[in-house]
């Protein structure tokens, strides 16, 4: 009964916003279309479609402001004016009174709340639709920020959930233009976001990782979380004191160096996803503060760590390529990578995908940040990709929406800000750790352990290998032994041979890569 009831309700929101309008007129078949129309009559939607879509997700809750959010980094499945929209959803929402804060915090502790902190701040700072943070004060002194997840999220997110699955469904089987957008992936990958924040300890490993990661920069921090406190459904962390980065004027009137403040940004940008392939993926500016503290004046803190981007070597190696075709303007490479991938399919032409990429691109180089959006340029990108049905992976997706992030903040704080020649000496330095000299070397010394373990095994390998042929009842001792030498040496020969053409193919494939690319 409470799921028809709740059923009921996302009904009558649809149907008072007009979605199922904007369902139905994005469908080809003209059937559809007119029901469409019938659909608008007697209604009022004057309001545009993006619109209409965010309100309702904002009436229908938390869950579906999170949805929401989510969504909207799908840029590569949505129309610009509707991802732009959804991109605008705030993550305020009411706080759950403290006494239910309090019973959280006991629970999780099986001790009284004045036991655990010498004070404790009913009143929240900050709430969002899966957690909200209150202030605190352990008894050996330490300020810290307690992160307590709301009551009752798991059931109220599975039976949610439970209704987009099945709301997914009914539109892959409405359209093929629908199945073309993935509903079901949208809505698992939804899922798979969603019962990662709900597990607060995840989020505190993944900020006690970035806080190991960051360290030698010097330019972020990371608060130090409070071990003995963490569980699953609260944890402690150290407090922070910042301004918000989305407050410039204020930053700038306490001295901070505005310009220099956006090239940290970026330099902080590059060194997680290209060093550490670990990055913070919820950059806005909601989750980023300055320090004005004498010690640490002028760094970033970064906050909420639900959401962290990961890039495998694999990833990284085909960001490097791309980076070298890129910067090359070897567009033709670009989408002979894209089919090399799988990301489009086989049968795509490759001269057709060279002119699209070709055409989204050339026109951004040289430019400064002020004269350029790179939204736009990874809008007409994912418009190419619809056409050329290209599958954009779930960790890129988030690499893409974290530069939207900093293009953002960097349009914030310097609008003359070039994003490229600041990225330039940094992008230099990964390209050789990635297809240069030194990754030969890297490489080399990372397999040099087990060259070093397998190579005095070598003859005590190939003599076991002679006394076991030796035993076989063959045509003579004699005989068998100048076969299995002349054999061993032929073997030995195409090792040698081969290992040397082996390294100096690497070799050749590195330097070919290591060609001047800016």
Known sequence: MRRLLRLSFIVLIVLRYGLDELLLSSFRPRPMRLLARLARAGRRLDAPPGVRLREALERLGPIFVKFGQVLSTRRDLLPPDIADELTRLQDRVPPFPAEQALRLVERAYGRPVDRVFARFEREPVASASIAQVHFATLYDGREVAVKVLRPGMLKVIDEDLGLLRTLARWVERLSADARRLKPREVVAEFDKYLHDELDLLREAANAAQLRRNMEDLKLVMVPEMVWDLCTEQVIVMERMYGVPIGQVQRLADAGVDIPKLARDGVTIFFTQVFRDGFFHADMHPGNIQVSLAPDTFGRYIALDFGIIGTLTEVDKDYLAQNFVAFFRRDYKRVAELHVESGWVPRHTRID????????????HFDRPLKDISLGQVLMRLFQASRRFNVEIQPQLVLLQKTLLNIEGLGRQLDPELDLWSTARPFLERWMDEQVG????????????????????????????????????????????????????????QALIYGGLGFVLGIVAAKFAAYLPIF
């Open 352 to 363: 057709e995908l060279e002119s699209a990429i070709r055409a989204c691109c050339e026109p």
């Open 437 to 492: 000299w030194r990754a030969l070397i890297n490489e080399l010394r990372d397999e040099a352990p087990r060259y070093a373990k397998l190579l005095p095994e070598m003859p005590r390998l190939l003599h076991q290998a002679l006394l076991h042929r030796a035993e076989r009842p063959l045509e003579g001792e004699m005989q068998v032994l100048v076969h299995e030498l002349r054999r061993t040496n032929r073997m030995l």
